[in-house]
């Protein structure tokens, strides 16, 4: 709505005229001098307005201001939060997770970017999603597969991604655990295999993967495997989105 040249009236400078509104200012023309007030806020406590369109108009404005303010705070309280937990599992070794995709489907996850932890097999519990209690924003999560006649030692990765920049694990009750908007990688067949169990000590390799589609995994693992990507793609252009997870991955987890 046109409010230039709609009359307004101020709490000691008395009646006036509205000259100019750039954003949030708004520029009015009093008897004896000119003014600049913040817009819409100013109506709330030192301008009032007659024009029954412009009021309702100025309203609407200073309702969806208050929204999109509240909408921030909550976020930045979000934000703040998510640090919070996010320091506490830096502190916890295994804080990164790896997944067989028995009960994922890798075409599914690819296409959704969310992986399931998996349910409880025993106990009280039986039946309910694992809650990922260790996992917080700075977590990112191993996608691997081996074929149905294949050794658990031939298990490869076939991606990986960071959890999402909000994600708090004690929170994530369904276990269903979503990828960060950017980073988020699928290691083709194209590329060199990278054998998972490779990357652990040769005493805690496992024959069978066992019942539960998720484990943890401590950063360093991780860590080596975004290096060995980064070397695998030397030279292409697929080289730079990981160079870009590698860095972001590392400035979360402080190394």
């Known amino acids: 709505m046109e409010l230039i040249g709609k009359k307004v009236t101020h709490k000691k400078f008395g009646a006036g005229k509205i000259m100019e509104i750039n954003e949030n200012k708004m520029k009015v023309s ?119 006649k294949e050794e658990e030692k031939d298990r490869a990765v076939v991606g990986l991604f960071m959890v999402s920049d909000d994600f708090i694990g004690e929170k994530c009750l369904n276990g269903m655990i979503s990828a960060h908007k950017k980073h988020r990688i699928i290691w083709n067949a194209e590329h060199e295999k990278l054998l998972f169990w490779d990357y652990l000590p040769e005493q805690s390799r496992l024959n069978k993967w066992g019942s539960y589609e998720m484990k943890y995994l401590p950063v360093g693992i991780v860590k080596m495997i975004l290096e060995d990507m980064i070397r695998e793609t030397q030279g292409e252009v697929d080289q730079e989105p990981i160079m870009q997870f590698y860095r972001y991955f590392c400035n979360m987890n402080r190394m």
């Open 30 to 148: 009093f008897k004896e001098d000119i003014k600049i007030f913040l817009f819409p806020d100013s109506f709330q406590n030192f301008l009032t307005i007659e024009n029954k369109d412009a009021k309702d108009f100025i309203t609407q404005k200073q309702d969806a201001n208050d929204l999109e303010l509240e909408t921030k705070k909550r976020e930045q309280r979000k934000k703040a939060q998510a640090t919070v937990y996010a320091q506490k599992s830096r502190k916890s070794v295994n804080s990164q997770a790896v997944f067989a995709l028995k009960d994922n489907n890798i075409d599914e996850v690819s296409t959704n970017w969310t992986v399931f932890t998996g349910n409880h097999t025993t106990g009280k519990s039986k039946g309910t999603p694992r809650i990922p209690k260790n996992m917080n924003q700075n977590s990112a999560c191993i996608l691997t597969l081996k074929g149905e």
